[in-house]
Every structure is written in structure tokens, then in C-alpha cells.
């Protein structure tokens, strides 16, 4: 049973090596140099495989099946010291039990679906409201839940994973079937890119999401208040109390959300303090859907994060509209790796999407379509590349 997983592993190389949908040609670079493979432990007592993929520059990223999850990003910081900057757990056994999502590939739709309902093509449908009133991240067992099948590839550009699933019609309430593709490529440039594709049968809203919680400080420093970031964004989209977009795409400038020009994540964070009061589940920090600047569909670089401690820098390039920065609100002081503690704004996260709720402001001015159509392929790329300051 032991040497099992890099049995599986060589085949699956054999398998995407003749039927690989990757963008990028295979070469013939021998899989055991760059991939590691073990077990990660179990889940509904089924193992759970783990890949490791590495670049010439010391970079290390590790990825799990269960979810298509990121787990670990190793970057050497100014010194030439690995650090490990995403949030994560020991054992897989820890990410249903702990996780808000850590790392995960979330679907079929991120983010909030208003009361768990839209309408689509004069039809009505109603999914679980698992978040307060409204429907969050795909539903109760949404794809961060599933476990997903998956490929070593070796492309032109580095070592990757391919993990696929499918997701049958009329699972958490969503129509048709969905066939989704998450794939992770390190780059020798020093670059994670994340590529999330899906074709359905039947008409259907997506939104693929993925949700690493990072802190370039590593995992384990603490907050990520003092890291700097700038996004390319002049709008927003402000929200009611449960989170739910109000319908207004508003400038930034003049909020605490204005990051146009890079600022210091705590300067102005108190001036979303939350509202817990008589049940309120707000519990203050960013939490915003931004409406990224230039074309949706064309890739063009959206964020610069960087930590003063580490001198660790990351862009993100991107094809979508919009991106979530979230900032850890709800960590609750749950046991990470290595016995570390995340709190409060121990994360980040850098979610490029489509606008919260897009399926109910379907064709307002402004605002993206997210319904996949049968014949056509949804396609989501984003590119985090790491530097030093
Ligand atoms: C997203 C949402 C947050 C929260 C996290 C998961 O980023 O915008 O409100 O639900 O996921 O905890």
C-alpha cells in the first residue's frame, strides 16, 4: 500500500501526457526530479494524496486533491530563508474540520448568492442558504469539500497538477453537469498560476474561486496588517449587512477601500469595525469585492502585496473583473501548521471572480455575466509571482 500513490502518480504523468488539455506543451523533463507525492492522511477514511512541485529558485508548492487545495508555498525571503506564506494544516483530516476554505479551489459559484436564489432562462432555483440568509461558496458540500481527480503534468513552463471533477446536475440546487479543471503550474520566473476552467450541459452560474489565505510574513508571524498592497481598482461594489451587494458599482476614492496607491493594510482597516451587536455577524475587517480595472478577459497584472519582514513580494495577474480581499475576519485562533495559531488577520485572501451575486444583477450595466452555457468553456486564470523588494 506504501508505495502505492507514486504508482498512481507515474501512470497519471503516462495519462496526461497523451490526453492533456493543459495550454502548454508536455515535455519530456522526468517527473520524479521535480514531483514529490505522499499520502497527506485521510478523509472519510480514504486517502488523501499530496504533490509537491519545485522550481530552480527554491521555491516549493504543494497541492492536496481533496478540494484542490494549495496546502504549502515555500518563497526564500531576502536572506535566502524558505518561508512558507500560506495558512494551512498538518493533516488533511484538520482542513473539514478547521478550514475556512484554506487554500481550497471553491465552486461551483463563489462568494454570496442573495437568499440562496436566482432566476435563470424564466426558471427559478433555490439553493441552501449556509451562510445566515444567503448561499456561500458553492453550497454545503461545495467543490472546496469534493475530492478531485488528479494528474502530474509537466508543461513548457514547470511542473503542475491537473485535478478535475465533476459536479452532477441538480447537486446543491445548481442545474446541469458540470465538468471543472483546476490546474497548478510553478514557473521557474517564480510564478504559481492557477488556471480554473468548466463545461456544463445545461445552462448554469459559475464562479471558480481560489482561496489561499496568504501572509508573506510566513504562516506563523502573526498578522498581515503591516504588509502593503495596491490594487488596480477604481470601484467597488459596497454591501449590505449580510454581506450582499447593494447593487452599486461606487469610486473608491474618499473610502478606506481606495487602494490605488499602495498603503499599509491596518491604516485605515478600523474604519470597517464590524457589527456583532445583537447577533450581527459582521466581524469588521476587509471584506470587498473590488471591480478590477482594465478588460475583463484580458490579463493584466491587478495586485502588488509585499511584507516588510520578509521583503517577500507577490503580484497577481489576471483575467477576471473583480477580486475579493479578504482579510481573515473570522480566523478564530484554530491550530495551523506547526502548532501555529491563526487570529484575526493572521491571512489574506486575493480572490479573483466575478462580482459577489452577479446571477441576480444579470444584464444591468456594468455588471459580469457568470452563466455557462452548454458549448461553451468558462476559463479563469491567475498568476501569483513572487520577488524580493
Ligand atoms: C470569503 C468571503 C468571506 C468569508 C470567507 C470564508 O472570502 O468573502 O466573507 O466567508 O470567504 O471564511
Known sequence: MKSLPLVIATLSLAASIGGCRSTDAVTETPMETTHRMRTGGSIDGRPVNL???????????????????????????????????????DTAEEYPEKSQYFGCTVGRVGN???????????????????????????GEVGFDKRRWDADPIMTAKGPGVRFTLTSADGEEGYPGRVEAETIYVLTDRNELEVEMSATTDAPTPVNIVHHTY?????????????????????RYTPVDGTFIPTGD????????????????????????????????????????????????????????LSDPRTGIVMTITTDQPGIQFYTGNFLNGMTGK????????????????????????????????????????????????????
Not at 484542490?68 to 536572506?79: G, K, L, Y
Open 51 to 89: 504533490f509537491t512541485l519545485r522550481n530552480a529558485n527554491g521555491m516549493e508548492v504543494e497541492v492536496m486533491d481533496h478540494g484542490a487545495t494549495v496546502t504549502r508555498v515555500i518563497v526564500p525571503d531576502r536572506d535566502g530563508n524558505p518561508v512558507d506564506v500560506v495558512l494551512g494544516f
Open 112 to 138: 454570496r448568492i442573495a437568499g440562496g436564489r436566482f432566476e435563470l432562462d424564466g426558471k427559478a432555483y433555490a439553493l441552501a442558504a449556509n451562510n445566515g440568509p444567503n448561499h456561500l461558496h458553492g
Open 214 to 234: 496568504w501572509n508573506l510574513g510566513g504562516h506563523d508571524s502573526g498578522t498581515i496588517l503591516d504588509e502593503v498592497l495596491r490594487i488596480r481598482a477604481d
Open 249 to 304: 458599482l461606487a469610486p473608491v476614492a474618499g473610502t478606506a477601500v481606495d487602494f490605488r496607491t499602495a498603503k499599509r493594510i491596518g491604516r485605515d482597516i478600523d474604519a470597517y469595525p464590524g457589527d456583532q451587536a445583537e447577533g450581527g455577524e459582521d466581524p469588521g475587517g476587509y471584506d470587498h469585492n473590488f471591480c478590477l480595472d482594465g478588460e475583463a478577459g484580458t490579463m493584466r497584472e491587478v495586485v502588488r
Open 338 to 389: 506547526g502548532g501555529a495559531v491563526y487570529e484575526k488577520f493572521g491571512g489574506l485572501c486575493l480572490e479573483t471572480q466575478a462580482y459577489p451575486d452577479s446571477i441576480n444583477h444579470a444584464g444591468e450595466p456594468g455588471w459580469p455575466d457568470v452563466v455557462l452555457r452548454p458549448g461553451d468553456t468558462y476559463r479563469h486564470r491567475m498568476v501569483h509571482r513572487f520577488g524580493i523588494d
